[in-house]
């Protein structure tokens, strides 16, 4: 006869109990590290599973579509980027869309395409531009809002698709595409590594709470064509991450994807070569705009005859963080290796690592010694990604120690930026790199191109982006000559004629060899004569004149100084605060119809078209994860780069098995129990 009778040493309840507690435990961390949401998503790669609400079930509800077309003209090119956002349900929905831009682009064009009919969007300040957005999407209209987000992450809100109907949306930008290292450079971002930011005031650390990215594993695709006249005869034209096709057109070349579509999880790349290098390696472009004249110059620096021996403190900076696993770290430690292989014997460095926390080599700088670089190369090799991107600790370890008078301190910081205090970090390196220089290298397939610029800008240094392995050899390769070689510095311009000009940004404190310098100004007529541009270069003066009345004429050069001019004022482009720039601001962008930090495009269909009675769901529609980063393994939603996934799975494991130990033991102590008299 059975009988609760307590066995000795223990309950089998007990036991059993404390199996299931394990086994919960246990589907808890693993469930973090990869859920039935994220494997529906992994399954069915192409469908976008989408949820309304934070607790809701999925469902395949909206589908967007990318179309890119850009056409290059000399060194400007315009981009016309065309959503398709289709609702499949049976209910109306609003759809929103995160998708990354240039940081230095000029948005200035919005059309929703409603069948046969296009409406034209129009620039308005953000709050009323969102006033009017609201105010139409819940009287039944089909509406388009288009917001900057950060300078490099826009978002496309469409209101009122009906079931089974589509909206197009067409977001039109300018850029200049300078000319650096021997060549020109078109890149069309297409994927959004999402952003981490540390909390404020010693929290937890956290995802930024206004970032909105979110990215699947379930591929966003897009179309892209290019229109290329560069004006000169081509050397060659490359693509970089995309198979492409190349026919002749009467101007120049067309380039179009080699298949109709690709995955959107790695951005484009074009670069293409003059045939013949010109003598001067500079180009004047100009526009009339009202009483204004704007003028933009591309100068690039010769390469220097002479190489100095300069005593150097290099020290490298890498980021080990959970975004960069996969190929981001093999690539990133395979840049780190090649940097302390160029390293002379008279020069001193270290290296320093960061993820959740920051350490270091070495207490300080080491000599380039035979030992120390052997240490350096086992320490790198060690290296593996998990954990947050706390960047600042690494950054406050490379200002710590005083640097030395009688050596250049160079640092190295390779990354993939996907951090959300761009704004705090930029000032932080303004303000603590003194008379060092910081150099930063872009890993991965979409690495955070704002913010490695804007950092190596406050740290006086230039940026290098290494978009798979096959290029570590040959970009860190040319960074590391600019920096064995010193800079053009102490940078002047002297206009024709005393013209007055105001310049869209200061000009910067060095330039190197092979990186651009762009000047856009604004003048009350084109100048006549030579614009002369003077500096220091190896210790000695250099000067060189760019003749400015053979300036082409080139649409958009009013907005693309505008644009330069909005994120001067923006002081790191993150939002200024105080109210008189605010409000210089957006007098420029409503004057030269932009979006902004501060003022937003707008599109509204006049006829309602949802009935009063039905409701409207919210969507978001995920964007394709970057190609070998951690989200594309099967993640899904915000950035969880502060999630420990290695250690939770075997944790998670661990427990699991566990239980079954502990269920086993308790139904054998439950037998032994029941066959006692």
Known sequence: MRSEIQAPGGNASLWHDLANWLALAALLALGIVWSPADAAQVERAGT??????????????????????????GSVVRVQVTQTFTNAGNGWVEGLYVFPLPADCAVDELRMQIGERTILGEIRERQAAHAAYEQARREGRRASLVDQERPNMFTSSVANIP????????????????????????????????????????????????????????????????????????????????????????SGERITLAAEEAPADRDFELTWKPQVAPDTQAAAFAETSGADTYLLLLLTPPQLTTRQVLAREVIFIIDTSGSMQGPSIEQARAALELGVARLKPTDRFNVIRFSDEASALFRAAQPASAVNVAAATGFIGALRASGGTEMRGALELAFASAPDPERLRQIVFITDGSVGNEDELVRMIQARSGSGRLFTVGIGAAPNAYFMHAAAAAGRGSYTFIGNRAQVQARMTDLFQKLEQPALTNLEVRWPG???????????????????????????????????????????????????????SQAGIAKLWARERIAALSQGGLGAQDEATRQGIVTLALAHHLVSDFTSLIAVDLTPVRPAHEPLDGLQVPGAAPLGSYWAAGSTGFARTATPAPLLALIGGFALALAGVLFAAGRGRTARVARQP
């Open 48 to 73: 976008l599973w989408l949820k309304s609400a934070p607790d809701a079930a999925p469902a395949a509800a909206l589908r967007q579509q990318t179309r890119m077309h850009a056409t290059v003209t």
């Open 163 to 250: 079931p089974g109907g589509a909206v197009t949306i067409s977001i039109g930008y300018l850029e200049s595409l300078p000319y650096r290292d021997g060549r020109y450079t078109l890149s069309l971002p297409l994927t959004i590594t999402p952003r981490y930011t540390p909390a404020m005031n010693g929290d937890t650390a956290a995802v930024y709470p206004e970032t909105p990215e979110l990215v699947s594993p379930a591929l966003q695709r897009v179309a892209i064509e290019v229109e290329l006249d560069a004006g000169f005869a081509l050397e060659g034209v490359q693509s970089l991450y995309h198979a492409i096709r190349t026919s002749a057109t009467g």
């Open 498 to 552: 005393n013209v007055p000009a105001e310049l869209a940004a200061a000009l910067p404190a060095d330039v190197y060899a092979g990186d651009p310098l762009v000047i856009a100004a604004r003048l009350p007529q084109l100048p006549q004569g030579l614009l002369t541009l003077s500096g220091t270069s190896e210790g000695h003066p250099w000067m060189r004149q760019v003749p400015v009345t053979a300036a082409s």
